[in-house]
Nanobody
Framework: QVQLVESGGGLVQAGGSLRLSCAAS????????MGWYRQAPGKQRELVAT???????NYADSVKGRFTIARDNAKNTVYLQMSSLKPEDTAVYYC??????????????WGQGTQVTVSS
């Protein structure tokens, strides 16, 4: 069973920075893509950034130039460096991984979520 452990959320003032981490473990054969999504109160979950096994990245327009996604393949860990944070970035941030298990079945798992609050 794949497990995801997220860390790094918290309270920060506008203009500040935070780094989120998400480590995956357990029964993983390969990871195809890792990403971060967020959900603000009363809104749908939305994509923030994704990164493939080859390093290709994709960002929401709202975070381009401010957020950077990176991954450590050896540690099955994905990071989200968030800078120039704005109050509208306040949300619960969820890690997501897509890959194959040790019996070569595809999987798609979500982390438990970590709260990011940006004060004005």
């Amino acid at each position: 069973q794949v497990q995801l452990v997220e860390s790094g959320g918290g309270l920060v003032q506008a203009g500040g920075s935070l780094r989120l981490s998400c480590a995956a473990s357990g029964g993983i054969f390969s990871i195809k893509a890792m990403g971060w999504y967020r959900q603000a109160p009363g809104k749908q979950r939305e994509l923030v950034a994704t990164i493939t096994s080859g390093g290709s990245t994709n960002y929401a327009d709202s975070v381009k130039g401010r957020f950077t996604i990176a991954r450590d393949n050896a540690k099955n860990t994905v990071y989200l460096q968030m800078s120039s944070l704005k109050p509208e970035d306040t949300a619960v941030y969820y890690c997501n991984i897509k890959g194959s298990s040790m019996v070569l079945l595809p999987f798609d798992y979500w982390g438990q979520g970590t709260q990011v609050t940006v004060s004005s």
